[in-house]
């Protein structure tokens, strides 16, 4: 179990994109410290932190992409509307 805290949204100056990036860079890279082949994630920051939805999609899916090399990725969410998000950003 790697767990991640993502940032409360509008608390951070402007710099909520780039901490919540960290959040997905940061546990991808203890995944292959540990040697781990496989990582599922929620959608960090996304409930009662206040992310917005789709913003906060596009963000792990471009940060997943970029980052997870070799690492089988899973997106585990929590409804209908977070995984329409989720694909949209996968899609788009």
């Given at each position: 179990?790697?767990?991640?805290v ?6 951070h100056g402007?710099k909520?994109a780039?901490l919540?990036?960290k959040?997905y860079?940061?546990s991808l ?7 781990v ?5 929620p ?5 009662v932190?206040g ?8 963000i ?10 070799d690492l089988?990725?899973t ?7 977070t ?7 996968l899609?788009?």
């Amino acid at each position: 179990m790697i767990h991640a805290v993502g940032p409360v949204y509008g608390e951070h100056g402007g710099k909520e994109a780039e901490l919540l990036a960290k959040a997905y860079r940061s546990s991808l890279d203890l995944a292959r410290e540990c040697q781990v082949k496989t990582i599922a994630f929620p959608a960090i920051s996304t409930g009662v932190f206040g992310y917005p939805l789709e913003g906060a999609a596009r963000i792990a899916v471009e940060t997943v992409r970029a980052e997870a090399g070799d690492l089988e990725v899973t997106f585990v969410l929590f409804d209908q509307t977070t995984f329409a998000a989720f694909e949209s950003a996968l899609n788009g």
